[in-house]
T-cell receptor
Framework: SAVISQKPSRDICQRGTSLTIQCQVD?????MFWYRQQPGQSLTLIAT?????????ESGFVIDKFPISRPNLTFSTLTVSNMSPEDSSIYLC???????????FGQGTRLTVV | GENVEQHPSTLSVQEGDSAVIKCTYS??????FPWYKQELGKGPQLIID?????GEKKDQRIAVTLNKTAKHFSLHITETQPEDSAVYFC?????????????FGTGTLLAVQP
């Protein structure tokens, strides 16, 4: 298993500002992902965070809005840029090993944009 | 791409009864099917998973069955307890694939009445 720490756990932000969410894992994992979970909804994959290269974004998500960094195998950040109330969601970091088996999730960051 | 449907969206059972949640997937190449439990304010927690080379897997009060021909899999919880109350998500992915993406179902809110 893996222990995943996400910071912050929650935040209330003004529209037009940006928030950077951090994800720290206690072991070196191959795959790191960022998900969005809108209130009462399922998990939607935003992007795969690639170490040392640009993230791979899913349809409907773009780098300008959700820039992602992954400088090493244990750390990644997701920035939500130029926020609007529609960005109010839970953002979750997830990790998997190369063989694509178990995925572990952080506690999530509950973002409210006012 | 893969699409995962999950039913029912809500399920209420009496303590001690069994609960069954069903999912169908569209991509016949999917070969890994985990189930997650998400309690309020927490990230999803893996509770059981199954790979396409087996038809059933059990872990104490929970079990998962897989029908590859019909492309559906189910979660069975026996002797339900109030602490089983949570949102349950199924997911599907291709183990060993290029991105190992997990595609989630829409979730089932399980309420166990004492």
């Amino acid at each position: 298993s893996a222990v995943i720490s996400q910071k912050p756990s929650r935040d209330i932000c003004q529209r037009g500002t940006s928030l950077t969410i951090q994800c720290q894992v206690d072991s070196q994992v191959t795959m790191m992902f960022w998900y969005r979970q809108q209130p009462g909804q399922s998990l939607t994959l935003i992007a795969t965070a690639n170490q040392g290269s640009e993230a791979t974004y899913e349809s409907g998500f773009v780098i300008d809005k959700f820039p992602i960094s992954r400088p090493n195998l244990t750390f990644s950040t997701l920035t939500v840029s130029n926020m609007s109330p529609e960005d109010s969601s839970i953002y979750l970091c997830s990790v998997r090993w190369r063989d694509g088996t178990e995925a572990f999730f952080g506690q999530g960051t509950r973002l409210t944009v006012v | 791409g893969e699409n995962v449907e999950q039913h029912p969206s809500t399920l209420s059972v009496q303590e001690g009864d069994s609960a069954v949640i069903k999912c169908t997937y569209s991509d016949s190449a999917s070969n890994y099917f985990p189930w997650y439990k998400q309690e309020l304010g927490k990230g999803p927690q893996l509770i059981i998973d199954i790979r396409s080379n087996v038809g059933e897997k059990k872990d104490q009060r929970i079990a998962v069955t897989l029908n590859k021909t019909a492309k559906h899999f189910s979660l069975h919880i026996t002797e339900t307890q109030p602490e089983d109350s949570a949102v349950y998500f199924c997911a599907a992915s291709k183990r060993g694939g290029a991105t190992n993406k997990l595609i989630f179902g829409t979730g089932t809110l399980l309420a166990v009445q004492p």
